[in-house]
């Protein structure tokens, strides 16, 4: 079993529509990463959180360290948004676990 | 705004080649990462370095491979010998802080061996 589940795998919207992108773990977590990759592979740091809610701009990513799990909400999206989104968690060593990561394309 | 730094972009080699990729961290930064994307699958782990030395890697991250911080900016990654299954997007990264801070992300460096 994965220790990072993230669904859906893949997700296509219209511009304007609101997204909810999901994260689920299986091991404790110190931190847990919404990461972004563009088209051309490039890597962005979105959010890094360990409690609570995260808001900058559009984006906002939620937490419930009890649950083990965390979404990642986009508003009012646009094509611009279109990547892949990954979650990764860190544990209680220097690694982080990465999910499978979900392509968002946001369609005109 | 500070960022992490790859060179090459892309290198193409021949199997049993030694490659090495660098990277700049953010000044500042103490912790600082080695990751690699084979094409469509997950981002692995590589190694994370702290004051010189290795702190964790990974299975993937055997014999083969090392890393050092020659000069108090660069930090490298050697395959001293490379087999096909290395090609790779191996992503640098940098943190001010372990478990959780902020990471920063290179642009990465496609490593294509034939």
């Known amino acids: 079993k994965n220790e990072v589940e993230q669904s859906p795998q893949n997700l296509t919207a219209q511009e304007g529509e609101f997204i909810t992108i999901n994260c689920s773990y299986s091991v404790g977590i110190s931190a847990l990463h919404w990461l972004q990759q563009h088209p051309g592979g490039g890597i962005v740091s979105l959010f890094m959180l360990s409690s609570g809610k995260k808001k900058h701009g559009r984006l906002i990513a939620t937490i419930n360290i009890q649950e083990k799990h965390s979404s990642l909400h986009i508003t009012a999206s646009h094509p611009r948004d279109s990547a892949v989104y990954i979650c990764?968690?860190?544990?209680?060593?220097?690694?982080?676990?990465w999910g499978a990561g979900t392509k968002l394309i946001i369609k005109p | 705004e500070p960022e992490v730094t790859q060179t090459p972009s892309h290198q193409v080699t021949q199997m049993g080649q030694e490659v090495i990729l660098r990277c700049v961290p953010i000044?500042?930064?103490?912790?600082f990462y080695w990751y690699r994307q084979i094409l469509g699958q997950k981002v692995e782990f590589l190694v994370s370095f702290y004051n010189n030395e290795i702190s964790e890697k990974s299975e993937i991250f055997d014999d083969q491979f090392s890393v050092e911080r020659p000069d108090g900016s660069n930090f490298t990654l050697k395959i001293r010998s490379t087999k096909l299954e290395d090609s790779a997007m191996y992503f640098c990264?940098?943190?001010?802080?372990?478990?959780?801070?902020?990471?920063?992300f290179g642009e990465g460096s496609r490593l294509t061996v034939l």
């Open positions: 990264a940098s943190s001010e802080v372990i478990l959780t801070g902020e990471l920063f």
């Open positions: 000044s500042n930064h103490l912790y």
């Open positions: 990764a968690v860190s544990g209680s060593n220097y690694q982080l676990i």
